[in-house]
């Protein structure tokens, strides 16, 4: 059951500061040894590791976190203010992650059970509750922990790959944090500078939520907090149960953004951007569903693709700028994020945690997300490329497990686009689970090259325009409508000869065998027509059942549609909504097999023409070794 939004006071947080700061001053804790020595051998970095086994030993150790950060500049006995930062928000989050457990006690009975405990021990099965709750309470409050240093601590350098996960205690919620500062000062005591102190924190940070994520199996009780929404608003901080893996503070977006009227051509893609964009304010913050995922198509990955130049970051600004704008007129949270090539990484796995924290980032139920992966044939590789890099070779493996997966649930408050110059580059698999496909191929027609060049040209001039009636081409209604209707007729030649096979055995397709058997004649041209594209083409079709026009005036307030209830969006959606025709099913399966059969072609030349040049180099090479033994300087 979702609990609804908890705020917690100042004063709630302020009553654990001196529990807080004796966290961080020293603690001792009890480690496992290991038969590992922790005091280096003299001028080397390694340790004395005893042959006798100490395995099931445990030492104490004492945990001085404010020395340690100290210690990174010996000199200067007054903390930096990256150093008092960081100590500043260890403490800060020791206490809210106390007062998260309080929050979690009261909605439990753990509370009641601490209240009975303290006058008399408790015994039989109320006993075994209290040890459960409690042991519960700590996971919560090491969670919120780890989550706070999380968002609130910002860093962009590149840490090293040898923090490990703290040694978690679970007895009561002070153990817990006990761990969890050990293990952070352990990690801070490897820190070059300032930078990579920070790099550390955050890193020790994701390691433990993972550490925590694995062990959560282990606890009963923990239904309270799952679907809690708590917000500590002086820090800006939020945690959403356990859903999501929180990830670094959100900043303002800053880009360029584009307005429909900017673009010229591109009349499918633009008019389902435009769409897209709308649909995702149709989500529903309460119930965490959109009205257009019950009702059908709802787009949630899509993969854009055309030549250089042909306007695919435009397109991305557009959608930007609209989901944007709609999201500041409701009230909203928005979250935008690029993933490129700058986040493939030489560490190993490294690559592939930052993708799954794109992706965590973009899923985040509390926000609209949208999320793109420009240049995708770049970042992420074929599973059949062994030139590619391990990263590139992670990066696929969780963009399909993320996008199609077993766990994948779609809310409908988040879309992914992947944009390629060459998507036939772009592993088969993951090109496939992209539900949609928009073809950015820019201008056109002759009409399309005068508005571009008009709108690009500006107004500083007296040239006159001629005989052209400006962007009457671009309205996008009209556009639209003729460029699905060239799709009733396939664009691509091993398409078009498909579609006259089919024509010349069935005729005219009217009834859904016809369409089956359509389907099946492609199967038998292009391998490649699997059932994830007929998956694909049937949600397609029903969004074009849904190619629904939702007025302007539902989005220039928040009450007209926005901020109603749930049922009431799904009934306005639904009264718009008309069945699809046989015209819409033929032109959408033309669409995309299509792309299908556009890729191959791609592929194809492209290998056809690497084969070319080799031969071509083979028969240089022969004329000049040829001339080299005639001269008689041929050594080979």
């Given amino acids: 059951m979702d609990t609804g939004l908890t705020t917690i006071d100042e004063a709630d947080i302020a009553r654990h500061r001196t529990t807080a700061q004796a966290l961080v001053t020293r603690v001792v804790v009890m480690e496992e040894g290991g038969g590992r020595s922790p005091t280096a051998l003299a001028g080397t970095g390694r340790r004395f ?85 409690l042991s519960a309470a700590a996971y919560v409050g090491a969670f919120a922990f780890a989550s706070y240093l999380l968002q609130l601590l910002d860093s962009d350098a590149e840490p090293a790959n040898d923090i490990g996960e703290p040694d978690f205690l679970f007895d009561t919620p002070q153990d817990a944090l006990k761990s969890l500062v050990a293990g952070l000062d352990a990690a801070l005591k490897g820190a070059a500078d300032e930078a990579d102190m920070t790099a550390r924190a955050r890193r020790f940070a994701t390691e433990a ?137 030489s560490y190993q796995g490294r690559s592939g945690q930052n993708c799954k924290q794109f992706v965590n980032n973009v899923l985040n139920p509390r926000a609209i997300g949208f999320g793109t992966i420009d240049d995708i044939d770049q970042v992420a590789a074929r599973r059949s490329d062994d030139r590619a890099s ?131 004649m492609i199967k038998q041209a292009e391998p490649r027509f699997t059932g994830r594209a007929i998956k694909n083409i049937t949600d397609a079709v029903k969004m074009r059942a849904m190619d629904i026009e939702l007025p302007d005036a539902w989005f220039e307030t928040p009450d007209a549609f926005m901020r109603k209830p749930y049922e009431e969006k799904s009934a306005m959606i639904a009264e718009l909504r008309r069945p699809f025709t046989m015209a819409m099913v033929m032109q959408e399966i033309n669409r995309y097999a299509d792309s299908e059969f556009r890729y191959s072609d791609r592929a194809d030349d492209a290998a056809v023409e690497r084969l070319v040049r080799d031969q071509r180099l083979r028969e240089r090479a022969a004329r000049e070794i040829a001339a080299l033994q005639k001269r008689g300087a041929w050594n080979g």
Avoid at 117 to 128: F, K
Avoid at 315 to 340: K, R, S, W
Avoid at 425 to 450: E, F, H, K, M, S
Avoid at 470 to 484: G, H, K, P, S
Wanted: net charge negative; with cysteine; aromatic share 10%.
């Fill in 209 to 345: 939520i993972e550490g925590l994520l694995a062990r959560k199996g282990r606890f009963d009780g923990l239904g309270a907090f799952e679907d809690a929404h708590i917000r500590i608003d002086a820090d800006d901080f939020t945690l959403d149960g356990f859903d999501v893996a929180p990830g670094r503070k959100s900043k303002p977006l800053v880009m360029t953004f584009k307005k429909p009227d900017e673009i010229i051509g591109n009349h499918i893609a633009k008019y389902q951007a435009m769409k897209l964009a709308k649909m995702l304010m149709a989500y529903d913050f309460d119930r965490q569903l959109n009205p257009f995922v019950e009702l059908g198509g709802f787009v949630f990955t899509f993969i854009g693709d055309g030549a250089p130049g042909t306007g695919k970051t435009i397109l991305i600004q557009m959608t930007a700028g609209l989901l944007n704008d709609y999201c500041q007129v409701a009230g909203y949270p928005f979250h935008y994020e690029n993933f490129g090539v700058d986040q493939i990484s």
């Fill in 49 to 133: 590791v005893s042959t006798v086994s100490t395995g099931g030993l445990r030492r104490s150790r004492e945990v001085e976190l404010v020395r340690t950060v100290a210690a990174l500049r010996p000199d200067d006995p007054m903390l930096s203010p990256g150093q008092h930062a960081l100590v500043y928000r260890a403490r800060r989050g020791l206490a809210i992650a106390l007062a998260v457990g309080d929050v979690f006690a009261r909605s439990t009975e753990l509370e009641s059970l601490q209240a009975a405990n303290a006058r008399a021990p408790l015994d039989g099965e109320r006993a075994q509750t209290y040890r459960r709750l």
């Fill in 390 to 520: 391990a990263g590139q070779h992670e990066i696929t493996g969780v963009l399909m497990e993320s996008f199609s997966g077993a766990a994948t649930v779609v809310r409908g408050n988040c879309a992914f686009g992947m944009f390629s110059n060459y998507p036939e580059n772009v592993d088969d698999a993951l090109r496939q689970r992209a539900g949609a496909r928009w073809l950015v191929d820019g201008p056109q027609t002759r009409d399309d090259y005068i508005d571009i060049f008009v709108l690009l040209a500006g107004k500083n001039h007296d040239i006159p325009l001629g005989d052209h009636a400006l962007f009457d081409n671009q309205q996008i209604r009209r556009a639209v409508e003729t460029a699905y209707a060239a799709y009733s007729e396939p664009q691509e030649e091993g398409l078009k000869a498909v579609h006259a096979r089919f024509l010349d055995a069935h005729g005219e397709p009217r009834t859904l065998a016809d369409v089956g058997a359509y389907l099946h």
